[in-house]
């Protein structure tokens, strides 16, 4: 099984062998989102999360 560098901790990754470039993987130590950029070697990117979901925290009141 491929792995990969996790960027942020520097853990390896696993990558699954039909795991396909543009897709998300996790890493387990950090659990930090990773984006396959490249797949020989396997290499990974931090997804930047902050887009997906906006901090809402004072929309409560
Ligand atoms: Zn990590």
Known sequence: MP?????ECDADV??????DKGETVSCEECSASLEV???DPVELDIVDEEDLD????DEEM
């Open 3 to 7: 792995t990969g560098t996790c960027p």
């Open 14 to 19: 696993h990558v699954d062998l039909d795991t």
């Open 37 to 39: 950029v490249g797949l």
């Open 54 to 57: 906006d901090d809402e925290e």
